[in-house]
C-alpha cells in the first residue's frame, strides 16, 4: 500500500489468496481452470468452490462476468514482504472467513498482527470467502464500526 499515512483507514474483507502469503496451488488451478474458456458453467463452478454459501443471481453473475473481463496488470498479486506491511499507518481492518480457500488465514492474521502496528484482526468462525455475502449482518455493523472510530468527518 503506497502512502498509507494518506488515508483514514483501510479494510480488507477476506483479502486476496496472496496479500499475506502465497497462495495453495490449488487455487491458482482452479482459476486457471476457471480463466482458460470462461464459460458460464465453469465460473459459477469456481463460484461455488470459492463462495458455497453464497448463490451468486443472475445480475450478480453478469457482473462477475464482467469484471472478469478486467486485465490486471499483473496475473496474479505478488505477496507483500514483511517490510511493505509495516510500513502501512494507517489504521487498518483485516477479517478473514476461517474456512476460506483462498489464503491460509491462521497465516495471513498472523503476519498482519505482526507487522502493522495499527492493524484490527478478526477470523470469523464457520464462514469462507463468502464472508461478506453469506453473512453481511454480522460483516457490516463490524465493519460500520471500525469506520466510525477512525473515519471521522469534519463537518
Known sequence: MHRSDRLASATLLEPGGATFGKPDWRVLLEFLAAGIRPTPERMRKLNRWLMPRYDMDDESFAMAQAAAKFK??????????DDELAEIS????VLFGA?????????????ARRHI??????IMPDIG???????????????????ASHDQVEA
Open 90 to 93: 494507517a489504521p487498518m481492518f
Open 117 to 122: 502496528p495499527s492493524a484490527q484482526v478478526e
Open 99 to 111: 474456512e476460506t480457500v483462498a489464503n491460509d488465514p491462521e497465516i495471513g492474521a498472523a503476519r
Open 129 to 147: 470467502h463468502d464472508l461478506l455475502w453469506a453473512n453481511a449482518d454480522d460483516v457490516i455493523p463490524r465493519f460500520l464500526a471500525f469506520v
Open 72 to 81: 490486471p496488470g499483473m496475473p496474479w498479486e505478488r505477496t507483500l514482504t
